[in-house]
């Protein structure tokens, strides 16, 4: 049985696999053929933070694979009246066949995967979102190709999608050009734990308009992550010059691509232009969520299976 906590879970064999499957699942989904390898399956979804396209994702995606999918959150469960996250795994997993979970620390989702007697997938944590960047690299290859030899371009925090961008980059051969305004750091230790990651997988600058330069593809989030609401007003002040807009985009290639893993903040992170603007691509990249959290359901409930695109 495996897990998907984190990137490094998956090998890139199996992301060239995964990145295959989501295509052949997608082009199904666009041309209404049904497909339905997972009939009699449950999810089992647990959200202890806010979500739209987490949820819909997952719960959509889930329905069109032929299973059904049952949604908890903290406040309407015994996890808000504190019943342990490692019973509530010994018991939702006697019912349930998948597990996604949102949640605050890794740890609460690594203690739920330790006891759980299921596949556990996260769908964020405060140090990992695995699954939106795995959308992310989908749609980057949709839109141009092979991600290997890239550089992507992380503007702004150095957040849960700093550190998963790290970790993809240093697996499939990519570098990510990091420019983080100073005591928001991504946390090195974090993403490649005692391993040394591959020379060249990242690239730190001062300066957020010079890391863009060069760059294939340029990404942001948020100011403030969901968990971080007290340090809003310190947040708005340190992050003043990490937005994207158009004089930063100028500054990498031509033909590069904007991300964001939304929700937006028009005029905070990125300006109006750049994410209403012709480089985006943030509306494929959402839709991108839900085919390619198919493939990794499919892929953990049923293993390689034969049909290849
Ligand atoms: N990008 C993302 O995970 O969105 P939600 O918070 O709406 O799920
Ligand atoms: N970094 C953001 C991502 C939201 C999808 C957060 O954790 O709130």
Redesign the pocket.
Known sequence: MKHYLQFSDFSADEYAYLFARTALIKRKFKSYEKYHPLVDRTLAMIFEK??????VSFEAGMGQLGGTVVNLTSTDSQLGRSESIEDTARVISRMTDIVMIRTFGQDRLERFAEHSRVPVING?TNEF?PC?IMADLFTYIEHRGAIAGKVVTWVGDGNNMANTWLQAADLLGFTVHLSTPSGYEVDEKLAFGERQPRVGCYKIFKDPRQACQGADLVTTDVWTSMGYEAENEARRKAFADWCVDEAMMAAAKPDALFMH???AHRGEEVSAEVIDGPQSVVWDEAENRMHVQKAIMEYLLLGRIGEQP
């Open positions: 806010a979500s739209t396209r987490t949820r964020l979102h939106q893993c939304l929700p």
